[in-house]
């Protein structure tokens, strides 16, 4: 070949190759951009009145009387839009029969939408759940709240051929020529009066337990769930994972059963993760009955047998990378073979053998298919350590999927989903990077 | 072959095994105080890879508190042989042995003799050096540590002895602590060397020591050699004819797995028997 021609190859594999990790870095950075901005709006965002209110009665954050103080300033206000909702339902008793029934369906939807935005209207029963005891407790939902008290939406299906277009009607002429007229752009006007929102920074979100199905409060219990069932399945698989290595790598001779059980091995790492749930269920809890039903202790079991293949292959192409002259000089000064395996082999592989636990850790983390037969409740309470053997628990990546998908207000929480995204994200993430310090700080103690 | 340390002729098979051994001692001025009995006996002493035969039928003696080079070209089995006195083969799952091989009246490959124990009395260095990635001090305390040595006032006499002995001790003494890693390849062989004399053995072992090092460490080495020399049996593989003529003062000629002739040193360089030998020593081949 000559010059020229392999200069230009080698000029546009360069070319070719700087463009797919660009392309990749592209893709990486629309992924990451909503997920982390999404991801902080739940933890840093314009908190209203009735966010303070939440957390002074529910986790008895905040100051008292400051928040009287703002509730002293807001409630003339309020005052006043209940006075006017008063006032048309005084007026809607003159109405004849006809207009009465239509007026009072369309006033409940203005006072359904008040109380969603301002909290339970005065005079009402008390709401049994907790969802309909607050207001909106974020500004930019109550944003949203008021566009709905506006504008009523309407769908044009005139033309049966195409799919039905959306329109908003203004509401106040609904209500034209009555006294709750007035009411509409009252609202618009003293909003923020009403609800006085400010910048809230809720670390809460990160240490709260959730309220109400996770329409209120923070992610607590599914932050300690992941935890405890990473961890919980790292006890039982690095000890085992390491050990299986070992035996790999020093003592198993070459033949038939051993390369059957290498095979195995890397057969096993490729399993569909959902197979590996059911297996847990079929086996952890319906046969040998490690609990009577989903439990920590039998998700953490399932996760590690997932990750059992990854930490063994790990640990083994560790143990295989350490220079046979370590071994030949411990072995030559009279050590035993399990010695030398102790003192010298083990220590001089540990960099890659804790790369792999940790890689394997992030992963047992973020699975969701193993837990969800063995381990996982979509709303559940914070467990303590003393019941990871019975209790099940919420766990991040579960809830992250039941969030979107099954919530039956999974609309109004996506800031919920993104925070627990980002919070999964996050531990992930953290995992790795403490895995590539404590894998420098060996390394670096290793070479002197 | 029927002598030790005597010139032998080039056909081994035509030797008669359990013939005595007539031990040919070195020039009055050279010998050492108790030394020239023999502490190796290799009898009809095979070594196989699989179904090659490395190492054909030995007799031989290594005397002790001498210095025995063993020479010859590359694959003549030299290596094969000094690893299987210590048994480091073991480590190689294809090889075995057979004959004998007897080490202070015992058999290094009998059926009860435990290899651990005798690679504490038979220490070897290596080829490369190849230090812990631990501090000096641990590297030198490795072995007596394995000897239940836990006293940190006896671990420090022995480090230092043994740093002494190799001619490490004032090159490092202010820096035992730091990783074995950081030394210059030169000081990593003698610290190699000080870690095997720490387990104090009868017989060291020496592969190709110097093979890695630069002149001036290599000089070293041979100088540490000398000092030892008297204190210890060494056998020493290598492939410089100029450090077998200068360090040892028998000479083992391996060509193609048999052992062509074994001589005193100055014999076996001025006044080869063998024309092989010969040939060798005279760089016909290498």
Redesign the interface.
């Known amino acids: 070949m000559n010059i020229g021609t392999r200069k230009i190859l080698d000029r546009s594999f360069t070319a070719v190759g700087l463009t797919s990790i660009l392309l990749m870095a592209l893709a990486l950075l629309v992924v990451v951009v909503p997920i982390v901005s999404g991801g902080i709006g739940a933890i840093f965002f314009k908190g209203t009145i009735e966010h303070r209110k939440l957390q002074l009665r529910e986790f008895d954050n905040g100051n008292r009387e400051v928040l009287d103080r703002q509730i002293a300033e807001s409630e003339p206000y309020r005052q006043e839009v209940f006075r006017m909702l008063d006032a048309f339902a005084a007026e809607l008793e003159t109405f004849e029969p006809t207009r009465k029934r239509e007026y009072s369906s369309k006033v409940s939807s203005v006072k359904d939408i008040v109380s969603h935005l301002l909290g339970p209207v005065p005079g009402e029963p008390e709401p049994i759940l907790l969802r309909f005891q607050y207001g909106t407790t974020r500004w930019e939902k109550a944003e949203e709240s008021l566009h709905d008290l506006m504008f009523v939406t309407k769908w044009d299906t005139s033309n049966p051929e195409e799919m039905g277009k959306q329109y908003f009607v203004p509401r106040v002429d609904e209500f034209a020529g009555t006294s709750l007229a007035a009411l509409f752009p009252y609202i618009e006007e003293n909003l923020e009066k009403m609800l006085l929102p400010e910048q809230t920074f809720y670390w809460g979100f990160l240490t709260e337990r959730s309220l109400d199905a996770h329409i209120f409060g923070g992610v607590w219990a599914e932050i300690q769930g992941t935890l405890f069932l990473a961890i919980g399945a790292m006890l039982f698989a690095f000890p085992m994972g390491v050990i299986a290595a070992i035996y790999f790598t020093e003592y198993a001779?070459?033949n038939v059963f051993t390369s059957i059980l290498r095979s195995a091995n890397s057969t096993l790492a490729g399993v569909p993760s959902i197979v590996f749930g059911l297996f847990g269920l079929a086996f952890f809890i319906n046969t040998i009955k490690v609990s009577d039903s989903k439990s920590v202790l039998a998700g953490s079991l399932t996760l590690a047998i997932m990750i059992l293949p990854t930490i063994i292959r790990a640990a083994e192409e560790a143990i295989l990378s350490v220079?046979k002259?370590?071994?030949?000089?411990?072995?030559?000064?009279?050590?035993?073979k399990w010695?030398t395996i102790v003192?010298?082999i083990l220590?001089?592989a540990l960099p890659g053998i804790i790369t792999g636990g940790i890689i394997s850790l992030g992963r047992a983390a973020g699975e969701t298919a193993p837990i969800i037969f063995t381990a996982a409740v979509s709303v559940g309470a914070t467990i303590g350590l003393g019941d990871v053997l019975t209790s099940p628990t919420p766990a991040l990546s579960w809830n992250i999927y039941n969030l979107a998908s099954e919530h039956e207000a999974a609309n109004e929480i996506r800031h919920v989903q993104y925070g627990m995204v980002l919070a999964l994200i996050s531990i992930v993430l953290l995992l790795n990077l403490s895995a590539i310090l404590l894998r420098a700080r060996i390394s670096k103690?290793?070479?002197? | 072959m029927q002598m030790t340390a005597e010139a032998k002729s080039s056909n081994q098979s035509a030797s008669k095994s359990g013939a005595s051994r007539e031990i040919f001692l070195p020039p009055e001025r050279d010998r050492v105080k108790d030394g020239g009995k023999p502490h190796l006996s290799a009898k009809n002493f095979s070594i196989f890879y699989g179904d090659f035969e490395a190492v054909k039928k030995i007799e031989a003696d290594i005397l002790s508190k001498y210095v025995t080079a063993i020479i010859g070209p590359s694959g003549c089995g030299k290596s094969t042989f000094l690893r299987a006195i210590n048994r480091m083969n073991d480590l190689i799952p294809s090889c075995y042995t057979s004959g004998s091989l007897m080490f202070d009246g015992e058999d290094v490959y009998g059926k009860y003799t435990d290899e651990v124990q005798l690679r504490r009395k038979i220490g070897m260095v290596f080829q490369k050096p190849n230090p812990f990635p631990k501090s000096i001090f641990d590297n030198i305390a490795y072995g007596p540590r394995l000897q239940g040595v836990k006293e940190k006032k006896v671990l420090d006499e022995i480090v230092e002895k043994s740093l002494r002995k190799a001619a490490l001790w004032d090159e490092v003494k202010d820096r035992l602590d730091k990783n074995a890693l950081g030394l210059s390849g030169g000081q990593q062989q003698r610290l190699c060397v000080a870690r095997t004399l720490a387990v104090e053995p009868e017989i060291l072992l020496l592969d190709e020591p110097t093979s890695a090092l630069d002149p001036k460490s290599t000089a070293k080495i041979e100088d540490l050699i000398e000092e030892l020399r008297g204190s210890y049996t060494i056998a020493i593989v290598t492939h410089n004819m100029q450090q077998a003529s200068r360090v040892s003062d028998y000479t083992m000629f391996f060509y193609e797995g048999d052992l062509v002739e074994y001589a005193p040193t100055k014999q076996l360089f001025t006044n080869p028997r063998d024309q092989v030998t010969e040939d060798y020593i005279t760089g016909r081949f290498s």
Do not use: F, M, N, W
């Open positions: 001779r070459e220079p002259t370590y071994k030949e000089a411990s072995i030559g000064l009279g050590s035993t010695r003192t010298v220590p001089a103690k290793l070479k002197g």
